[in-house]
């Protein structure tokens, strides 16, 4: 299982703007109990916060080639997106402290990523050392 620190952002696809919700929550990655032979993950990111204002928990299922993870490039902050092959998109805020910069990726971020990718990658690409990198502008509203 991997965990890392993580919000939730809203997405405006017209302006392009990206806006954390100022709720502290927590990502999960493990095998999926039911189809660990299928290579199926669940994803499951939740609040922390015992007040977190109505937001929901959101629970996935990932599934090699059918699921992307796009880095984004923010101004304010460290962004990725999970995108869907049926176009669903999720978008995540790294909320931990990064002593190099506010918008660069830490060794922890790029770390989870590493793994994320590896997963949608799935098992014959993996082999095959290809990896899944994309990267996406957006603005990080404050």
């Known amino acids: 299982m991997t965990t890392i620190r993580a919000g939730l952002c809203e997405f405006d696809e017209s302006s392009k703007v990206c806006s954390a919700l100022p709720v502290q929550g ?18 499951e990111w939740r609040p922390v916060e015992k007040t ?13 080639g059918e699921t992307k993870c796009v880095r984004l490039d923010a101004k304010s902050g460290r962004v990725f997106a999970l995108v869907f092959s049926s176009d669903q998109k999720y ?5 931990e402290k ?8 830490s060794e ?12 949608l990658a799935g098992p ?12 996406g502008d957006v603005e990080m509203k404050d």
Do not use: M, R, Y
Request: glycine share 6%.
């Open 52 to 64: 977190a204002g109505g937001v929901e928990p959101i629970s996935l299922i990932l599934i090699a």
């Open 26 to 43: 927590e990502i999960k990655i493990a095998p999926h109990e039911e189809d660990i032979e299928l290579g199926f993950w669940s994803f």
């Open 91 to 95: 978008f995540f805020w790294f909320q």
């Open 124 to 135: 014959e690409e993996e082999q095959e050392g290809q990896e899944v990198k994309s990267e």
């Open 108 to 119: 922890k971020d790029t770390a989870f990523l590493d793994k994320l990718d590896s997963i």
């Open 98 to 105: 990064n002593a190099v910069a506010l918008n660069q990726f």
